[in-house]
């Protein structure tokens, strides 16, 4: 028998029980690497605009052949724009690139145009998507398989490139609800 519970101070049950709060502190307890999702839509103005969007839901699937996973919010800007453009890239951020992760994460945000204006990034060859300069590695994706999954859509791709330059620093995490760092 299913057990509905009545709202409560950390918001309503879901039918299995567990409120959304729940859920959220719960998995804030897993520790996840930052990574910068990027994307080139060549249909937004004469010469196209760049797009990016904070991930920490981002994991490697497959190793033959290479395929990794990124989970982006149904109706999000980059969702709309992975559902035509299926190439795109991740730089997988250093601890001193907090300030990049924080300015493609927040909400009512300015334009991505003004938001990749001073930030040092270069085009990638394969994507064409802006790679972050300075980042632990950087991955070029074209989207295999989109799978919606409750509130999100999941996009499997297959990595087109890997680059691995010599960086600063250890990697950036999210944990507890905040950016940490390693150590």
Not at 29 to 41: E, I, K, N, P
Request: proline content about 5%.
């Amino acid at each position: 028998m299913l057990q509905t519970t009545s709202p409560t101070e950390t918001g309503i049950a879901h039918p299995e029980g567990v409120t959304a709060d729940e859920f959220r502190a719960a998995l804030a307890r897993l520790a996840a690497g930052v990574v910068l999702v990027t994307a080139h839509d060549p249909e937004d103005g004469p010469r196209g605009e760049d797009v990016g969007m904070t991930a920490t839901a981002f994991l490697s699937v497959s190793l033959d052949p290479p395929l990794v996973m990124v989970s982006v919010r149904n109706g999000s800007r980059m969702d709309d724009l992975l559902e035509h453009q299926p190439l795109w890239a991740a730089s997988l951020l250093t601890d001193s690139q907090r300030h990049v992760a924080g300015r493609f994460a927040m909400k009512g945000r300015i334009s991505d145009r003004l938001l990749f204006e001073d930030l040092a990034h270069e085009r990638g060859e394969a994507s064409g998507a802006p790679l972050i300069r300075g980042a632990l590695a950087t991955l070029e994706c074209r989207t295999e398989q989109r799978v919606q999954a409750g509130d999100h859509t999941l996009v499997i791709a297959r990595v087109l490139r890997a680059h691995t330059p010599t960086a600063e620093g250890g990697p950036l995490l999210y944990f507890r609800g905040r950016y940490r760092q390693l150590g």
